[in-house]
């Protein structure tokens, strides 16, 4: 079993719809969840990270995580062309220090 | 320059060459990584460098040698690779990698295809 799944899509939307983005883990030592965009022929960018439980916006974009269910999820209102991109989810631990354990990555498109 | 680059870019070279993949960082950072990136799949840590020395060797393979000379600086040289070891390669960077979380800051990558 892998330590984190994450459906790798293709996952394609209108403009303006609200996507969610999602991933499970099954490590219950992971404390920080960290989602980074990657645009195509760049590396990938930090996009949000939260730590424990909880949600966390910024602008368009939010960030919950579930630890009872080991479950993370990334939700993008009102989405852009811009927002184009693969999304990968990452996990980390105290026990892990730095070490992060990637999903395979979302790929989106929003249409115009 | 700023924050990770890497060199070259692209890459294509045959089962019996030797190549080398350059990373630097700006960003003055002590700890550097080496991922493998391949369709479909997650990225693969394969090497850490932490104040220059090697922290971590994910179980590569030793036809990938990693070299780190300073802080700022990371190779990877390539010789007698395989077709599926095709893939783009990442280079990223921390502060360090003794805190339990690090935001790692990635480079464009090397797309490197082995004929």
């Known amino acids: 079993q892998k330590e984190v799944e994450q459906d790798p899509g293709p996952l394609s939307v209108p403009e303006g719809a609200i996507v969610s983005l999602n991933c499970t883990y099954s490590n219950s030592a992971f404390q920080y969840f960290m989602w980074y965009r990657q645009y195509s022929r760049k590396g990938p960018e930090l996009l949000m990270y939260t730590y424990s439980s909880g949600n966390k916006e910024d602008g368009r974009f939010t960030a919950q995580v579930d630890k009872s269910s080991k479950y993370i999820s990334l939700f993008i209102r009102d989405s852009q062309p811009s927002d184009s991109a693969t999304y990968l989810c990452a996990m980390s631990g105290e026990t892990s220090g730095s070490r992060l354990t990637f999903g395979e990555g979302t790929q989106l498109t929003v249409n115009p | 320059e700023t924050g990770v680059t890497q060199t070259p870019r692209h890459l294509v070279m045959g089962m019996t060459n030797k190549k080398s993949l350059k990373c630097e960082q700006h960003?003055?950072?002590?700890?550097m990584y080496w991922y493998k990136q391949s369709a479909k799949k997650p990225l693969e840590l394969m090497f850490v460098y932490n104040f220059k020395e090697q922290t971590e060797n994910n179980s590569v393979p030793s036809r990938f040698s990693p070299e780190c000379p300073n802080s700022s600086h990371l190779f990877l040289h390539l010789h007698t690779l395989q077709p599926e070891d095709s893939a783009l390669y990442l280079c990223?960077?921390?502060?360090?990698?003794?805190?339990?979380?690090?935001?790692?800051?990635f480079g464009p990558g090397t797309r490197l295809t082995v004929l």
């Open positions: 990223a960077s921390s502060t360090n990698t003794g805190s339990w979380y690090n935001e790692q800051f």
């Open positions: 960003l003055g950072h002590n700890a």
